[in-house]
């Protein structure tokens, strides 16, 4: 199936022209981090095996890895029942972090007694990617 094909059977227009895009570790199946893809960042990923997202808050193409160098390697793609949602199952490379905090997983932290505590290993210092990496966290 041509990269084309493919793009126009997502339904971009559902969410306002990005879909989800969950990215899995493709040897454990572990979430690693939820993204969001138009239809420029889905092509593009599908032409170079490389995860490339569209980022919501800078409005373009984000380039996972681009300023870090933890960049994914695309096995699979898989779309759900209502063609607006995707599964990426990549292969993280670089520090082996996927999130801008410095942890493997974006999901590093478990609802307990009513509180978000942290049940992780911090991975690296985001601190090492210079002063304008990720985006702000949010008040916890």
Request: charged letters at 30%; one cysteine or more.
């Amino acid at each position: 199936m041509a990269t084309q094909e493919a793009s126009a059977a997502i339904d971009f227009d559902k969410n306002g022209g990005v879909v989800a895009a969950i990215a899995v570790d493709h040897l454990s199946h572990r979430v690693l981090t939820v993204a969001y893809m138009n239809r420029e960042a889905f092509e593009e990923t599908v032409a170079t095996g490389r995860a490339c997202y569209f980022s919501r808050s800078r409005n373009r193409l984000w380039r996972k890895g681009e300023e870090s160098g933890n960049f994914q390697i695309v096995h699979e793609i898989r779309i759900d029942c209502d063609h607006d949602a995707l599964v990426i199952a990549v292969e993280q490379r670089g520090d082996g972090v996927a999130c801008h905090e410095g942890y493997e997983s974006c999901f590093f932290r478990v609802l307990e007694d009513s509180g978000w505590k942290i049940v992780e290993d911090r991975k690296v210092d985001p601190a090492k990617y210079g002063p304008g990496y990720g985006h702000q966290s949010k008040k916890r």
